[in-house]
């Protein structure tokens, strides 16, 4: 058992770029241990993740606003504050705000995430229907 206490490192948040569109910080919540990473994420209005998969999935927990999330072959679907994801292994998908609302998630990600091409502005505003 560990006890993982808020930020007792003093880590600073990060601002996302080379693998997310628009404005996204993330704020540690666990390093690394045992290929499990926790961030939380905070998505401005209109940004998102690139095209990306997980060695072994994820889990995203939406604690504010609301936003997508997009397997590929599938159509996006809506999340918002309160819902929880799983994604399983190899998934290739994006997630992020819509373009109305920020959203904050927990993701807790399971080995390593590879990342991919950027979600074209028309592949994302598809999810606005
Ligand atoms: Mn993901």
Redesign the pocket.
Known sequence: MKVNHGNSSGAVSEQRTSTFTGVVWADPVMAATDGVTINNVSFNPGAR?YW???EHG?T?YVSAGSGWICVEGSEPQVIRQGDTVW?GPGER???GANTRNFMVHL?T?IGA?TWQEAVSDQDYLRSAG
């Open positions: 993740t990306h998969f997980h994820q995203l994604i998908h994006w997630h993701a990600s995430t």
